[in-house]
């Protein structure tokens, strides 16, 4: 059942639970309502007549006001799942008690039946759709409350066909027992399994906001909101304008049905069959709307709902017959249900955290009844001097009304998305902060700049004016030793914009020196055009960095004609390939080598991930906001932005690989656009990865062979490696051979230090190929008992990370003043003070026993933190601890 879910409906094994969950509460409720709506429409006409309803309407929008209210002032105390539990308890009851009513002859029960439906209707429409929204966020909307409106009108098709039989066999009145027992059984039901599958939550008084309060807005800032929020704007337009014209519109209708059908009974059988097949209609329709939303997009769904009613409308003033009457209820009935109520119930989850609790009862609740208030008393004052025809032409120009402002909606929807995301605060505890990816890469700081201003900001980049050398002395100096020299040489490119120094330029992109890489970029973006055919081509195939270091020169030079395709095609690519080795990998037993290339190929995605969006801002300004906002809680809104903003071209490629679906689904997807490997034994995709470009990926697939899969089949591929330009490869594929031969073989240097370099706290959340960088820079030193490492008083220009042993840090050592401030052990550090302060040490660090350290001279320290910024981040962590525990 949840493979086929997966397979055909896209509901993913981890929403199943909660899926089924509220897909059972809405078919329930619904298939009940409907045989209450029928009877409960059906007896007030026969025995009020239709002149009644726009006062019936009137009365049940201030009886809506006070219900909501009360249920509002319980929502911060209880969940929502519990105030409907209760209410549908209450009505079963009060059901129980309007039927013994009925029965007795009192006529007053009919009037009060019609308040309870439309009652039901409001606080269904409130509450039932509060939890969905609760369960699944904007993009999981898309896919799934299509489905779960699916439930609504099975169960309401079901319970209007069943309506008819159902009276034939037990009478009309005894449907008030049915809907009464299924309402109480429905809340007990509410009531025993919704602590369960809302786990966690906490109602709004226990869930502050962003703001200060708790989901209560006062009335007086609406306005404000209003003008900040377009969305806000929006929603109360389609909370007001439908709820205007829909009592205008059930008062034609009911005029028409009473006059074309003479008896109860007759009105009865016409409304049963009728709602029924207007919901199977639906319910056959809704099948497709996932696909619908993803081909017109939300923003141009929202137009079939108003463009719908002013067509109705002005055919009701030429044609007041049954006809275009059960048109308007089909049409009504089934772009609610299927598009517009959908599209709705998504974009509550498109506002700022803080404005979704109030949105939910105030614009479901307080603005549709004031809409619905505004059309029944609009009916009642009018109806004297006006015929039902004649309220066609209000309601024609309110429907234009409502198409004008979704046009304004449509036009500004990217730019709600993203004054969503930007309003967001960025919480470093979710966000990755956005750092290097590659074995010599500088931090990707995709920085607020938009893309007019890239002139600008490319005058930025250089470190001052372009020396003026001529280009063969430049040329020959660009090899110099000394990094000053080079970056000097780059520089003056600038200006002299010599062709024949274009591949070095490239490759200097890579270096390490932040100023011979800025000289680089400043020169390669005076070439312009005349290079840039050489640039793509080498973004195709460069280190990480250097594609970074491209992608920022075709970025800043403001080139129009950048060929993006290529890369894109090769990433995508790439990203779709690993997804397909972890997903085989996650059926091996889990070892060592095994977790260490799968953390590897997670983290190459997002290194690839990095790469496309920083393609992508050359072209959307907006890149930059939208990558960081995709491992925040605005995640979904961030996809729904990307969608929404690029080539319709590669979103199908893109959008699989941002959002939160299950590997398989992705991969799948992937297949579908790209030429992915179908027979993925791990023999065949080991022997792939041992091939790949990246020396990192090279190594994580010959250790998994050594440790996981050492077959003689591999040989041919180990023995290539063996003679491979990265000594790190050079030594596993050694490792890997001896294990083949099942000859005893030490565990490789390079994949012990990475495994140590993860058990301090200066690299906490660094990736593989990051450790691995750091790695090949380190020296291993040991210290016997009583060495000294670190003289008080004495210049140090390195740092110690101690790998095993215990190191005493003394002050006035040698003296009778002599005293032991601390003892330290593995995973902790030395010698970080004197880097930043550049003063002599305040301490003398002994060796308490045999102990073993990694040195990094400060000069590289500085250069590996400007790479890698998550060294830095980590620091001030370690020093912020250190003044608490100073202080405190």
Known sequence: ?????????????????????????????????????????????????????????VINALLTFVVLGVVDRLSRRYLDHFLLSGFLGCLGVMVFILFWMVKSGFSIAYPILYQLLYLLDSILLVYLWNMAGDLFDTRQGKRIFPLVTMSQVLGTTTGSFITKPVTLLIGEDPTLLVFAVVCLATAFFLGRTGP????????????????????????????????????????????????????????????????????????????????????????????????????????NASLVHPINFALLFGSLQAFFNIYVACYGQFTAILIQRAISGPVNKILYNVLPKELIAWSRTFIRGTVLKVGMLAGSMSMIILKPVVDARSFSYLAFVLSIWWVVETLIFRRHYKRILKQVIAEKEIDFDQVESVRAFDSGGAAMELGPVPVEDRTEEAAAVGTGKAPAIEPEVALKMMDDPNPNTRAEAAASFAMTQDVRAVRKLVQFLDDTDIHIRNAAIEALIAYR????????????????????????????????????????????????????????????????????????????????????????????????????????????????????????EITPYLIPLIEDVPLDEKIEKGRQHLPLIRKDNPERLLTFLAESDDPVTRIMALFVIAEHMPYESFIPVIEQRLTDEDRGVQELARYALARTRNEVAQMPEIIEMINKLRNFTLFEDMGIRELHAIATVLKVERFNAGDLMIVEGEENSTIYLVMSGSVRIVNGWGTPDEKERAVIGAGSFLGELSMFTRMPPNATCIAAEETEAFLLPHHQFIEIMRVYPQIGINLCRFFSMKCRQAIY
């Not at 704007?233 to 009911?254: C, E, H």
């Open 1 to 57: 059942m949840k493979k086929l879910l997966e397979k055909y409906l896209k509901v993913y094994s981890h929403e199943f639970s909660k899926f089924a969950w509220l897909a059972a509460i809405f078919f329930v409720i619904f298939f009940v309502t409907a045989i209450f709506r029928t009877y409960v429409d059906a007896a007030f006409l026969k025995r009020y007549g239709p002149d009644y309803i726009p006062m019936m309407l």
């Open 529 to 648: 055009d005349k290079i840039l055919p050489y640039l793509e081509v080498s973004l195709i195939d460069s280190t990480p960095r250097i594609k970074q270091g491209i992608l920022e020169v075709i970025r800043l030079s403001g080139l129009k004609g950048f060929e993006v395709v290529p890369f894109l095609a090769k990433e995508l690519n790439d990203a779709y390939s690993n997804l397909v080795v972890l997903r085989r990998m996650q059926s091996e037993s889990d070892g060592v080598s095994i977790t260490m290339l799968k953390e590897h190929l997670r983290e190459t995605n997002d290194e690839i991930l990095r790469l496309i969006f920083y393609a992508l801002w050359v072209y959307h300004a907006d890149m930059r906001l939208i990558y960081n906002a995709l491992k925040s809680e605005t995640a979904s809104i961030a996809v729904e932005l990307v969608e929404n903003s690029i080539e319709k």
């Open 196 to 299: 369960e599958i809302f786990k966690g939550q906490k109602p709004k008084a226990a869930s502050t906001t962003a703001r200060g309060d708790s989901g209560r807005i006062p009335l007086s800032r609406v306005p404000s909101l209003i003008a900040e929020y377009p969305m806000v704007r929006y929603l109360i337009v389609t909370g007001l304008i439908p709820n205007i014209l829909l009592p205008i519109f059930l008062y034609q209708f009911s005029v028409i049905a009473n006059h074309t059908f003479a008896s109860e009974q007759a009105l009865i059988s016409f409304l049963s069959i009728f709602r029924g097949m207007t919901t199977l209609m639906t319910f056959v329709l809704l099948f497709f709307v996932g696909r619908l939303y993803s081909t017109m997009g939300l923003a």
